[in-house]
């Protein structure tokens, strides 16, 4: 059993930075993949980023390519998104996601965190 907690999470005005933490608990979270997904009001859930259980690859979504980077430290059993250039389409509750498998679908992900809201002004 892997628990997911999110934090960092605030109210910034665009073109403004936050960096996000999620901190897991239990012994294997370096053998996890690790996701962020975001949903806003009214809208599905999607794919934001994604880094391998050693932290060689990642991927993110089109929307925030160059503006969103993700890192993790097993050592620390956290993972981290930094963000930055932030715009108001950005705003969402993002979550934190443990996966067997390195992939955007979210199909994979076994874990997820209960979310920390990110609200971004003009």
């Known amino acids: 059993q892997v628990q997911l907690v999110e934090s960092g999470g605030g109210s910034v005005q665009a073109g403004g930075s936050l960096r996000l933490s999620c901190a897991a608990s239990g012994r294997t979270f370096g053998t996890y993949s690790m996701n962020w997904f975001r949903q806003a009001p009214g809208k599905e859930r999607e794919f934001v980023a994604a880094?391998?259980?050693?932290?060689?690859?990642?991927r993110f979504a089109d929307s925030v390519k160059g503006r969103f980077t993700i890192s993790r430290e097993n050592a620390k059993n956290t993972v981290y998104l930094q963000m930055n250039s932030l715009k108001p389409e950005d705003t969402a509750v993002y979550y934190c996601a443990a996966g067997s498998a390195f992939d955007t679908t979210g199909l994979s992900v076994a874990y997820w965190g209960k979310g920390t809201l990110v609200t971004v002004s003009s």
């Open positions: 880094i391998t259980a050693s932290g060689d690859r990642t």
